[in-house]
């Protein structure tokens, strides 16, 4: 099979040439790893290629289901292959072997996926960039100069640029939706308690972290989605779930849906002109397809968000450092000096603090749901500004001295009273505003690739459904795929 056969076919597509006998599982994985020799050097994206043994072991089975024999790649974050390290992006468990598959993962090979690889993320998914110290910077196919988002950047970089049609990527702040934003793909987060994180823990973050996918074609998603969800042992409760198969309710007429957009928020109240064209365009298209659209003002307060999300986040990082520290032995030199950081800043925070954040929660959630009393989906940018350029985000140099002197003579107690949180809201969040909001309501949340700016890059719009809205989600992006298609645009890589 040529590369331009392999890349005119989503999964499912791939799946049923194997199926037919037209092509085998194993001219499929040539292609896939022939691509991944091609570019992923030069995009940073598929970061552990020495995955042949267990690939092409897969090849001597029975592949069943229904993406049996077609390749697949996993994120380097919570995806874990039983025998092969999980990363996560840090120095100190390159090395530490992953007892067990991750429920997923077990799920996606009964599915008859074909793992190769694992992708790139930013050292425990902590950023909306991927640019690790470990493995370097992940690219955008569309503008190598710019990044492609994160945590799941680097499955973003490969399914954007061809390697595969769908890749396996979680989302615990936007991480599944800002790569989709950032590469011109398709991103669901599912609700809380959809797809199980098992078998290592019940739910990360309070719920906010769930497993997902990315892809060119929204059957994929839908289809992927059937694959990994439902609860498992260890779920601490057990979500509902629909009463058709994913795959069925995003063939499903999605009816008129009442839709209220926003383009800015508290952190970003001037978006990029980019930003606000690619909602006023989507609003445009909804109203084209029957949907009543309308402009609304936020239904939270953006920094508010932010701040708890941050304040939950910076406490789980410091829990994290503090775990891989006692599994590995490691000090410092195991981890980012941002890392460190944010994991003094989580130590800083009292009990009670730590607690109201979660509290608040409930306000954000009882919000939201009074918007969906109203309106069925809010419509905002993915993105607040174009993909912004590799090594933007940098920490700063004087900054990052200022931490080491901190970090040596242990007074990180400080930062919070330096205002250091309200800056990395500013410096880290600004341009991605729109998305924490999905993860600390557990409500579904969709990137879809609706616009590209003028300089040829992506930059997707974000629609947010109340609980249990997956099937709506999926409907509407197939109707919007059909009046606008998007995947046979191609990057530049």
Partial sequence: MRYDEYRAHDGLGLAALVAAKEVTAAELLDVAQARAAEVAPKLGSVIVRDMDAQARGRLEEPLDGPYAGVPFVIKDLAQDYAGLPTSSGCRALAALPMPEHATVVQRWLDAGLVVFGKTNTPEFGAKGITEPDLFGPARNPWDPSRTPGGSSGGSAAAVAAGIVPVAGASDGGGSIRIPAGCCGLFGLKPGRGIVPSGPRTGETLHGSVTQGVLSRSVRDTAAMLDVIAGTDAVAPFHAAGPDATYAALATADPGQ?????????????????????????????????????????????????????????????????????????????????????????????????????????????????????????????????????????????????????????????????????????????????????????????????????????????????????????????????????????????
Wanted: net charge negative.
């Fill in 257 to 493: 849906l009442r839709i209220g957009f926003v383009s800015a928020s508290a952190l970003t109240p001037d978006p990029h002109p980019e930003a606000v064209a690619a909602v006023e365009g989507a609003a445009r298209l909804l109203e084209s397809l029957g949907h009543e659209v309308e402009p609304v003002a936020s239904p939270v307060d953006d920094r508010a968000v932010a701040r708890d999300f941050l304040t939950t986040w910076f406490v789980h990082c410091a829990l994290t450092v503090a775990e891989v520290r006692r599994v590995t032995g490691c000090g410092d030199e195991g981890f980012e000096e941002d890392t460190l950081l944010m994991a003094a800043l989580g130590r800083a925070v009292s009990g009670v603090e730590h607690e109201r954040a979660i509290e608040r929660r409930h306000e954000h959630v009882r919000a939201l749901a009074a918007f969906h009393g109203r309106y069925d989906l809010l419509l905002t940018p993915t993105l607040a500004q174009p993909p912004v350029k590799v090594g933007a985000l940098d920490t700063p140099l004087l900054a990052r001295l200022g931490a080491k002197v901190l970090l040596k003579t242990r007074t990180t107690g400080v930062l919070p009273h330096l205002g250091v949180v309200e800056q990395v809201i500013d410096a880290n969040l600004g341009w991605v505003p729109f998305t924490q909001l999905a993860n600390l309501t557990g409500r579904p949340a969709a990137s879809l690739p609706l616009h590209w700016t003028a300089d040829g890059v992506p930059l997707g719009v974000q629609v947010v459904g109340r609980l249990g809205s997956e099937g709506t989600l999926l409907a509407l992006a197939t109707q919007l795929e059909a009046a606008q298609p998007w995947a046979e645009r191609q990057p530049v890589l």
